[in-house]
């Protein structure tokens, strides 16, 4: 595992109850569009990469009872909580490991692949995505949603993103779906939803605790971190605040083979 993927590994690990108590509940309507974009499945199991604390299970295991639906996380702790939420169904399997790149086991197994806020967290996306595409069987659906280089003008994601004054590269965005072969894009579309913090310090304090910033403190250290808070609470906004953040949404289904769906002349 590069320093990285460690740095990341650790910062889920200490976030990771804190993410289930604060972040999953404001981000269950992206979780719940994602799982509703899952229609006229074929057989096969279904894939949930950068699965972190498995909140989409209690959507799909309702919807589909009799599949098998597995998880994966790098992080132990989400992990460690993914398999509290899945303890009661037989049916579930969650994995530690990199969802960037499967295991050929899923190759053209699946009947649908949905993640949630990963694919942006991951070192080389296209290539996340191509993997998680060659898992679906034909006819399967992938359904991503993810944070694109730009959710909102104001809020404090980001002021978040002004203050620490460093974007992260999001060229791979261009062409995502480009390499996917026999892909139908269904939707490819931004999706908002109303999100409410008790005020800045709630978000910024819970960010940097139990969600993306903690890599970063781990990184930069706890000087850095204080700095960027002060900074932070000095250019926003008094008491609640709600915003509007826009994830992209991504539906594609795919296609059987040329050779499956062209009849034989002869």
């Not at 569009?33 to 209690?58: K, Q, S, W």
């Not at 949905?114 to 996340?128: I, N, T, Y």
Request: glycine share 6%.
């Amino acid at each position: 595992m590069t320093d990285r993927l460690s740095r990341v590994a650790q910062g889920w690990d200490e976030a990771a109850d804190g993410y289930e108590a604060y972040f999953v509940p404001r981000f269950a309507p992206w979780v719940r569009a994602a799982v509703d974009a899952l229609d006229g499945l074929p057989d096969g199991p279904i894939l949930v990469p950068c699965c972190g604390t498995f909140p989409e299970l209690d959507l799909l295991a309702p919807r589909f009872p009799d599949r098998k639906i597995a998880g994966i996380d790098l992080s132990a702790e989400m992990v460690r909580l993914a398999r509290e939420r899945a303890s009661r169904l037989p049916l579930v399997e969650v994995l530690q490991g990199d969802a960037a790149t499967l295991d050929p086991r899923w190759s053209a197994a699946c009947a649908a692949v949905v993640s949630v806020f990963g694919l942006q967290q991951l070192p080389d996306p296209k290539a996340a995505i191509r993997s998680w595409y060659d898992a679906l069987r034909p006819g399967g659906r992938m359904c991503v949603v993810f944070w694109p280089e730009v959710t909102e003008e104001t809020g404090p994601f980001a002021l978040v993103a002004k203050v620490i004054g460093v974007r992260s590269d999001h060229s791979w965005e261009d062409g995502l779906l480009s390499d996917l072969d026999r892909a139908v894009i269904e939707r490819d579309e931004l999706v908002s939803y109303p999100m409410t913090h008790a005020d800045a310090a709630e978000y910024f304090d819970t960010a940097n605790r139990s969600g993306s910033m903690r890599a970063l403190g781990l990184a930069r250290g706890d000087a850095y971190m204080a700095e960027l808070r002060t900074e932070y609470l000095k250019l926003a906004p008094a008491g609640e605040w709600t915003h509007h953040p826009r994830a992209r949404l991504i539906s594609v289904r795919k296609l059987p083979s040329r050779e499956a769906v062209t009849p034989p002349t002869s």
